[in-house]
């Protein structure tokens, strides 16, 4: 486990320290949080009076963003474009096509598909981040926290590394079933859903990693605006309510990071 007080000493100095508070949200997480927070609102030593943001939020979310990256750079072309393969053939055929145009336009869409695909996972996972931390440092606020925007984004871009986690686990498992859909939720035990179902959209915001993101967050934000838990959590788990209840309407589905 991590020591808060040793974490707060070490954590708010330097990429050793960000790196203690990355460990820290796994294994300890209220210690964690604890030294983000106090490292958001450092003192700046070249100007007295005035505080720096120095809890490096930009690294862990780096991490995200080269794991998403990771993924599709594999997901894409062993997995996507595979499943495409047939559905691209049977509408060159249907425009008059031979088979050699259907493996021009697979080679075209893998080409096009991969950088775009990996372009948008590191865009869309900075949006995601910004707006995130946006819409709960509003939230906090409303229940009377006491933190800033760099408060949010810290605890946002940390938390995230369950995210991350969760992507590098089921990884694996994506390249031997050869299928982007890994069950580690109640989807688990109903084989009968096909993942364009809503029904299998809105279980799988309760995706185990999900959950523990959940939790991990409530604990951060309850630390960082100095909540009670019972304050924190109702933000953060009535806005994946939320969202959970609206994944079956969304265009794709998705889920709250943690996928």
Known sequence: MVDEKSTQASG????????????????DPRAAFESVSASVSAPDQANPGATRDGSLWWL???????????????????????????????AVVERGGTPEDAERAISMGTAVGLPMGMVSAAVGTFV?????????????????????????????????????????????????????????????????????????????????????LVVVMVIGYAAAYRLPARKAAIVVVGLWLLFTCLMPFLPGGGMLGAS
Do not use: C
């Open 128 to 212: 995601f981040v910004f707006a995130g931390a946006g819409i709960l440092h509003l939230l906090m606020g409303l229940v009377g926290g006491k933190g800033t925007f760099r408060h949010s984004r810290a605890v946002f871009s940390y938390s995230l590394l369950i995210s991350a986690l969760a992507s590098l686990i089921k990884l694996p498992l994506m390249a031997a079933k050869k299928t982007m859909f890994v069950e580690t939720g109640p989807t688990l035990f109903l084989r009968d859903l096909e993942p364009s179902d809503r029904l299998y959209r809105f279980l799988s915001g309760f995706d185990i990693f999900t959950l523990w």
């Open 60 to 90: 862990p979310l780096l991490i995200v963003v080269l794991v998403s990256i990771a993924v599709v750079a594999y997901t894409v072309p062993n997995i996507v474009m595979p499943e495409q393969a047939k559905v691209i053939r049977e």
């Open 12 to 27: 708010g100095r330097g990429a050793a320290g960000a790196w203690g508070r990355m460990v820290g949200v796994f294994l």
